[in-house]
């Protein structure tokens, strides 16, 4: 776990026709375009987090507070941000792109510690953006700053869907 983390910490990088036929074609246009964009808006997204949310779908911290039992059926990342931190607005992209990429693979969580000040308090966060990659079986590692979306990729791939 420690060799997992160092490898982690070391690759990371702070950063920051017709009328008739005509209207015909419009619709099948206008259909076309509502199915393209239903098919974009059913893709996985990055998911908000409150801490009700988190304790039903993560890990229930305060029932069993001496341990950790990840509660999803995927793996997971958790970016503890703020709306008003730099690094945390060059990750954001980047996250929804992998939501995207590794949609039904993995889930990508966001917590607004500004918002949640409980739940960043009860895993000392003291810097943001802070990730936490939640493997299934494994502990979870945690990981300070921005990072470049290979670093991303290799995280997820290394930790998150290992064998």
Same mark, same amino acid.
């Given at each position: +776990? &420690?060799? @997992?983390?160092?490898? $982690?910490?070391?690759? +990371?990088?702070?950063?920051?026709?017709?009328?008739?036929?005509?209207?015909?074609?419009?619709? &099948?246009?206008?259909?076309?375009?509502?199915?393209?964009?239903?098919?974009? *808006?059913?893709?996985?997204?990055?998911?908000?987090?409150?801490?009700?949310?988190?304790?039903?779908?993560?890990?229930? !911290?305060?029932?069993?507070?001496?341990? %950790?039992? !990840? $509660?999803?059926?995927? =793996?997971? @990342?958790? *970016?503890? !941000?703020?709306? %008003?931190?730099? =690094?945390?607005?060059?990750?954001? =992209?980047?996250?929804?792109?992998?939501?995207?990429?590794?949609?039904?693979?993995?889930?990508? !969580?966001?917590?607004?510690?500004?918002?949640?000040?409980? $739940?960043?308090?009860?895993?000392?966060?003291?810097?943001?953006?802070?990730?936490?990659?939640?493997?299934?079986?494994? &502990?979870?590692?945690?990981?300070?700053?921005? +990072?470049?979306?290979?670093?991303?990729?290799?995280?997820?791939?290394?930790? $998150?869907? &290992?064998?």
């Amino acid at each position: +776990m &420690k060799k @997992i983390t160092l490898v $982690l910490v070391s690759i +990371m990088i702070v950063g920051t026709s017709c009328a008739n036929n005509k209207v015909k074609d419009n619709e &099948k246009s206008e259909k076309t375009e509502m199915s393209q964009q239903q098919k974009k *808006d059913n893709k996985m997204k990055t998911i908000h987090l409150t801490k009700a949310d988190f304790l039903a779908k993560v890990a229930n !911290y305060e029932e069993s507070p001496e341990s %950790w039992k !990840y $509660l999803g059926d995927k =793996p997971a @990342i958790i *970016d503890f !941000y703020a709306d %008003w931190c730099g =690094p945390c607005k060059t990750i954001a =992209p980047i996250l929804e792109e992998l939501a995207e990429e590794y949609d039904g693979q993995i889930y990508i !969580y966001k917590i607004n510690v500004d918002k949640e000040k409980e $739940l960043a308090s009860a895993f000392g966060i003291r810097s943001i953006p802070t990730l936490l990659f939640v493997p299934m079986k494994d &502990k979870p590692q945690m990981a300070n700053g921005a +990072m470049p979306k290979a670093t991303f990729v290799q995280a997820i791939n290394d930790i $998150l869907l &290992k064998e």
